[in-house]
């Protein structure tokens, strides 16, 4: 076999592949759609329970998933080439590396498929959840690699009534409930020409809709939402090319401080937030900064939760550097409780994976920063609240720590000017509706350039800012006394998902030794 028929895709898999792709590229925000999330696994599953049904290969299964993956994930992150290129011309390389970080997820998903459906000959309607849930899992815990941004479930965060089983089972739930109805629609697919089979999987399909809906309605009619504090967010809009310019500091700080004391002298916040490196540099070698920030805080009585980068000395010319956000309190105390580290890093431009972040110091900002340890939320006059810096909003379980700590709100500091206008903004943006779902919480988050937002404890999105535009909001932020199954719990229905999988492939491994 050639190496182009072994790995490329053949003709008769070129329709399945662009299918999935297709619809998988459109299935998520801003894309004001539902339909294709529930759609774009048909082609993928088909395709693999035809060649699992009439002795195929589990080859032909994972370049299935191959490239479904590679192009399913290339259309929906190519702003990967556009944030990277801010900091290196081979930007395309990361963008290309990061999908061969993916695809061969999916690849692995493809196999695991076909050979459930070759040994168990179930239905896909049961098999495709469990599996592409298992698949999701495996993404959210790959280490340094952990890339969890597009779970089928996050296809519902503009849809709240239909998202609000997040509540019982996180994101995972909600993914498995669209795998569900795409493994239904390809069984369907599959008995063609059998009304009755058809009429019943068509049915199931309804049946699981109309459960979300109905479960959706219901919680958000009686779930009581408790007023908390009026919390303002600071949108400085400093284009991201100028941001880490050191000639450009003054000017930031200046920005920054021009909106906030407009804000402080309307007197209608309990805490102000600026976004994600805010200030932008350590603030140890800017005692500037840290004078007018408590000057701000104590004048108002008003706390200052604001990004930065921070420092700790392990001897002399060995140190460890974060992205950290700090707290200014209503006295004008800096860091009277320990700053957040953020722990969760974007691979590469953060942090290069499975390397010792020291070999980076002397490229600055970049490839090196330290993984904090704090997962304590910071204490304020109305309650505790939590904070996630950027890339953290797409972990489930770091909202999780904080509400377990007994967060009674979720900030989201975060600095996306270097997606540029693409749909990264709105696609992270879309995570945090799930966050507030699943641990019935509000969330403000405070975005350099965009978008800002207010989002209740029902997955609501409110209060919208526009991208690139200084702004500044207050939004009235809500909190429940609602502690969810998935609080209680975690993310049991992927752990059971991982398993299962698991479980399955193994006995079909010994069942082919037995035979």
């Not at 007023?227 to 500091?249: D, F, G, T, Y």
Request: hydrophobic share 50%.
């Amino acid at each position: 076999m050639s190496f182009g028929k072994r790995y490329f895709p053949r003709p008769d898999e070129c329709t399945a592949i662009a299918g999935s792709a297709i619809l998988f590229a459109i299935a998520f925000p801003p894309y004001p759609l539902i339909l294709p999330a529930f759609l774009c696994l048909v082609p993928f599953a088909v395709a693999i329970a035809r060649r699992a049904d009439r002795a195929g290969s589990w080859c032909e299964a994972a370049r299935l998933g191959f490239w479904f993956g590679m192009l399913g994930y290339a259309a929906n992150l190519y702003w990967i080439a556009i944030a990277l290129l801010i900091f290196t011309k081979l930007a395309i390389v990361g963008y290309i590396a990061a999908l061969f970080v993916l695809a061969p997820v999916v690849a692995v998903a493809g196999i695991a498929l076909f050979v459930l459906r070759r040994t168990t000959k179930l239905p896909l309607a049961m098999l495709l959840p469990v599996v592409w849930v298992a698949s999701e899992v495996v993404l959210n815990y790959m280490s340094d690699l952990a890339f969890p941004w597009l779970p089928l479930g996050l296809a519902l965060s503009r849809t709240p009534l239909l998202a609000q089983a997040a509540d019982l089972s996180g994101v995972r739930g909600l993914s498995f409930c669209i795998a569900a109805v795409n493994g239904l629609i390809a069984d369907a697919w599959l008995l063609r020409g059998q009304r009755a089979a058809i009429a019943k999987r068509l049915a199931g399909v309804v049946a699981i809709v109309a459960a979300l809906a109905v479960y959706g309605a219901w919680r958000m009619r009686t779930t009581q939402l408790l007023p908390l504090a009026p919390v303002a967010i600071v949108q400085p809009n400093i284009p991201q090319e100028e941001k880490w310019q050191a000639e450009n500091q003054s000017r930031i700080e200046s920005i920054l401080d021009e909106i906030t004391r407009k804000r402080l002298a309307a007197h209608d916040a309990k805490l102000i937030l600026w976004p994600e490196a805010s200030l932008p540099g350590f603030i140890a070698e800017h005692p500037e900064w840290s004078s007018d920030l408590r000057s701000m805080a104590r004048s108002s009585h008003t706390p200052i939760l604001f990004g930065t980068l921070d420092v700790e000395w392990h001897g002399p010319g060995d140190y460890d550097y974060y992205n950290a956000a700090m707290l200014v309190d209503s006295m004008g105390v800096l860091n009277a409780q320990p700053p957040y580290r953020k722990s969760y890093l974007v691979p590469i431009v953060e942090r290069v994976p499975f390397v010792n972040p020291r070999w980076f110091k002397g490229l600055k900002y970049f490839g090196g920063y330290g993984r904090g340890k704090n997962t304590k939320p910071f204490v304020v006059s109305f309650g505790k609240v939590g904070v996630l810096i950027c890339y953290e909003s797409i972990f489930p379980q770091r909202s999780r720590e904080f509400r377990r700590e007994g967060a009674n709100l979720i900030v989201n500091i975060t600095n996306d000017a270097w997606f540029g206008k693409s749909l990264a903004p709105y696609q992270h943006e879309a995570h945090m509706a799930l966050r507030a779902i699943e641990n019935r919480v509000g969330i403000v988050r405070a975005a350099n350039t965009g978008i800002s937002a207010y989002i209740d404890p029902l997955g609501r999105i409110q209060g919208e800012t526009q991208l690139d535009v200084a702004d500044s909001r207050v939004y009235n932020a809500q909190t429940t006394s609602v502690t969810t199954l998935y609080v209680r719990i975690g993310d049991w229905l992927g752990t059971m998902a991982l398993l299962a999988t698991a479980l399955g492939l193994v006995s079909a491994r010994f069942r082919r030794r037995a035979a």
